[in-house]
Structure formats: C-alpha cells, structure tokens
C-alpha cells in the first residue's frame, strides 16, 4: 500500500514509450527466433541444433538467446507451443467436426514435417531422467488434447456419427496414439499414409449401421 498519487507520475512514464520501443523489439526478436527455429532444426537435426548453432545461423548472439529462452529445452518447447497455437487460430476455417480436426491436422503435419520431428524427438526427450520440464509440458498438452477430442467425439455422438457404446476417453487416447504414430511411420519412409489411417479409424468409430450402409453401398 502507498499513499503517493498516481496523477504525480511523470507523462513519460505513464505514456511508457521509454519501455514500450524496447519490450516491442525484444518480442519480436523472440517471435523471429521461433519462426527461424525449424530452418535450422532440419539442417542440422535434434543433435546439432545448439543454442550456439541458431544464433550462428540466424545471426542472434548466444546470450540473447539464453536472455529470451534460457535453454535450448524451453526454446523448442516455445516453438512447439507456437505452432500449437496457429494450428488453434484457424479451427474457425473447418466445420470444428472430428473428420474436419483430422483433414487440419494431417495438413498441418504434411507442411511442416521438421515440426513433426522436432514433436517427437521432444517426447523421448521428455522420458528421460531429469527433463521434468519437458514431461510436464507433454503431459498437460496430451491431456488437453484428449480432453479437445473427447468434446468433438461426444458432439458426434450426439449427431449420430459416432457410436455410443464407446468410452469416449479412451476413444481419443486412441486418436492420438494413432496420429503420433503415423506419423513417425511417415518421417522415417513416406510411405504411411497419415490422413486415410486416421479416417479408417474414425469409420470404425461410427455407429454399426452407418458401417453397414458404407458396406453396401461399396458392394
């Protein structure tokens, strides 16, 4: 508590423009280190991507780079958490169905596979002894994930393109095991295909007798 009137603060000072030009530019330095990120990640891959090595290839110094994110740990935790939240900005572009979230999904995935890569090499990373950082992160993204799949598969429920005698939990455990691991199957050779699996899956988790209208109109 302070008994000082605000109305004695200096113009500068209550305009901020010395604070304001500085901060500015040090988000957006931090916003075009996150956007640069991936370039250098699949030149020189999860190994070769030092904190040394981005500021040498973006032209940031290394202390600028531990002022914005510390360690390389967080810096690819931020760019993970970045691209999450594009993806979430333009769910307003599809019908926010559980077949839209999978056409969106695939594509994003297709675009940026260094993102894919640097998603999975994070993930072992986060089950390794003393990277509680990155497990907590991967475990509150997964659980919010699931939690985004269960409200889309509950809403096709209740429209009747999804079958009702399924745990719905579960149901989306099994969406993102299976998306996880398409697309490791896809970064290693090509040659899964990310898109038609998850839409198998999801004509599995459709009512029995809209499965068996799909039947005879294929026969």
């Given amino acids: 508590m302070t008994d000082r009137d605000p109305r004695a603060v200096p113009p500068a000072r209550q305009e901020g423009t010395s604070k304001r030009g500085p901060y500015a530019k040090g988000l957006a330095r931090r916003q075009q280190i996150i956007n640069e990120v991936l370039a250098v990640y699949d030149r020189l891959g999860f190994e070769g991507t030092?904190?040394?090595?981005?500021?040498e290839a973006i032209g940031v110094t290394h202390p600028v780079l531990k002022h914005h994110f510390g360690t390389r740990e967080q810096l690819f935790i931020?760019?993970?958490?970045?691209?999450?939240?594009?993806?979430?900005?333009?769910?307003?572009?599809?019908?926010?169905?559980?077949?839209?979230?999978?056409?969106?999904s695939t594509e994003h995935s297709l675009?940026?596979?260094?993102?894919?890569?640097?998603?999975?090499?994070?993930?072992?990373?986060?089950?390794?002894?003393?990277?509680?950082?990155?497990?907590?992160?991967?475990?509150?993204?997964?659980?919010?994930?699931?939690?985004?799949i269960t409200e889309l598969l509950a809403e096709g429920q209740e429209a009747g393109t999804v079958r009702s005698d399924i745990p719905l939990p579960e149901?989306?455990?099994?969406?993102?095991?299976?998306?996880?691991?398409l697309s490791t199957q896809w970064l290693l050779d090509g040659s899964a295909d990310i898109k038609n699996g998850l839409l198998l899956l999801q004509r599995l988790l459709e009512p029995p007798d809209q499965q068996v209208a799909r039947a005879d109109v294929q026969s």
């Fill in 50 to 55: 030092s904190l040394r090595a981005i500021g």
């Fill in 78 to 104: 931020e760019v993970l958490r970045e691209y999450d939240r594009r993806f979430l900005d333009a769910r307003d572009v599809g019908d926010g169905t559980f077949v839209d979230l999978i056409h969106r």
């Fill in 111 to 148: 675009r940026t596979p260094g993102l894919m890569a640097l998603l999975n090499s994070m993930v072992a990373h986060a089950l390794e002894a003393g990277n509680d950082h990155s497990r907590a992160h991967f475990s509150e993204r997964y659980a919010e994930l699931r939690g985004n």
């Fill in 171 to 181: 149901a989306a455990s099994l969406v993102l095991a299976a998306a996880d691991g």
